[in-house]
Structures are given as structure tokens and as C-alpha cells.
């Protein structure tokens, strides 16, 4: 069984500060875990990913997440928001090294960002 | 190069009609999944299908049913619609399957609205 939890549903920060999305995810296997972001009218959009490679995962615009094994965590990161980054955003798990497919999402955090 | 594409993009029905929704993967991807994604709810996983089998399948009732093609092309059709089937349903495309850590490419939906 896997599940993904995401602590907050709204985060509001304004443009220049930190972000910080959480992630805890639940799995009986090795997992496979994904940020997505989803703007309005537009498509899923892959952020980043891990699949037990290095720990600290950066991807695209500037975010990165770190897997924490021993918290069961996926936090996501950035710097510094741009207005750009408001969006929804997806935490996802899969379970690694399987013949069989299942993709479980999170609920989705609602980033704003403020001027 | 195109991206996955959907077919149609809006749909509305009425209660106990049938539904059949179209994905095309990216050229090279064997993997097709459909996911149901309700307003403020993140994407629920409905079917994978790799090579043309099914390879998973999440808590949806037996009047959801899918198929892939030769061409890894796909197809959902949803019989007697129920007014809760109203969303948006996406379709991702991989390499391999999602469990392997593949990264999924997802088209912009079709949202269907079942009056």
C-alpha cells in the first residue's frame, strides 16, 4: 500500500522569499517520488523526481526536494518565489522496481505568491 | 515534437450515457495511464497499460474499462454515467511502466460534465 500526504493545502509567500511545499508519503516498498505542477488551463508538468539515486533532487525553475528516508518525507524547495511559480502543486509516489503501474497523488497545495 | 494528446477536450453527457475518451502517447512511449482528477482533488489512478496489457488498475467500479492499440494509442469508456464522473481525465504517457521510476507525461485532459 502507498499513500501520500500533503501537510498544507494553501501556502501564500511573497515574491523574493523561501518556498517550502511538504511531503510525507507512506509505502511498503521502495518508492519512486515526484513533484508535478499544474497551472491553470495547463497540463501536469513534471518538477522533479527520485528513484534511490542521490538524495537531494534538483529539478526545473529552481526547486529542489530532499528525500528523507527516516522522516518519510518529499519537501519541496526554493530560494526565492517568482510570480511564476503560483500554481498547484502534486506530490506523488510510486512504487519502484515493479511490473505493476500505480501512481498515488496527493491532494495538491495551492502555492500564492504575492508581489 | 507533439506531446500527448487528448480527445475531446470537453465533453457534456447525460446520467446512464456512455463515454469513450482518446489518448495518444508520445512516439516511442509504451505506456499509457488514466487518471480521474475532480475539481480541488488531486489525480485518482484509474488503469496503466504497457505493451498492450493491463498493468494496474486503482478503486474504480467495473463500469470503467480501457484498452491500448498496436500503436499504444488508448482508449476509456465509462458506461452509465453517474453525475460524480464529472471531471477532468487525464492521460500519461512513459518509456516503461510507472512503477520503474519512468516519468510520466501527461496531456491536458478532458473534461467531461454528466448532467
Known amino acids: 500500500a502507498q499513500s501520500v500526504t500533503q501537510l498544507d493545502s494553501h501556502v501564500s509567500v511573497s515574491e523574493g522569499t523561501p518556498v517550502l511545499l511538504r511531503c510525507n508519503y507512506s509505502s511498503s516498498y521502495s518508492p519512486s517520488l515526484f513533484w508535478y505542477v499544474q497551472h491553470p488551463n495547463k497540463g501536469l508538468q513534471l518538477l522533479l523526481k527520485?528513484?534511490?539515486?542521490?538524495?537531494l533532487v534538483k529539478g526545473i525553475n529552481g526547486f529542489e526536494a530532499e528525500f528523507k528516508k527516516s522522516e518519510t518525507s518529499f519537501h519541496l524547495t526554493k530560494p526565492s518565489a517568482h510570480m511564476s511559480d503560483a500554481a498547484e502543486y502534486f506530490c506523488?509516489?510510486?512504487?519502484?522496481?515493479?511490473?505493476?503501474?500505480?501512481?498515488?497523488f496527493g491532494d495538491g497545495t495551492t502555492l500564492t505568491v504575492k508581489p | 515534437d507533439a506531446g500527448v494528446t487528448q480527445s475531446p477536450t470537453h465533453l457534456i453527457k447525460t446520467r446512464g450515457q456512455q463515454v469513450t475518451l482518446r489518448c495518444s502517447p508520445i512516439s516511442g512511449h509504451k505506456s499509457v495511464s488514466w487518471y480521474q482528477q475532480v475539481l480541488g482533488q488531486g489525480p485518482q489512478f484509474i488503469f496503466q497499460y504497457y505493451e498492450k496489457e493491463e498493468r494496474g488498475r486503482g478503486n474504480f467500479p467495473d463500469r470503467f474499462s480501457a484498452r491500448q492499440f498496436p500503436n499504444y494509442s488508448s482508449e476509456l469508456n465509462v458506461n452509465a454515467l453517474l453525475l460524480g464522473d464529472s471531471a477532468l481525465y487525464l492521460c500519461a504517457s512513459s518509456q516503461g511502466l510507472a512503477g520503474s521510476g519512468e516519468t510520466q507525461y501527461f496531456g491536458p485532459g478532458t473534461r467531461l460534465l454528466v448532467l
Open positions: 506523488v509516489v510510486t512504487r519502484l522496481n515493479t511490473n505493476a503501474g500505480k501512481s498515488t
Open positions: 527520485y528513484t534511490s539515486a542521490a538524495t
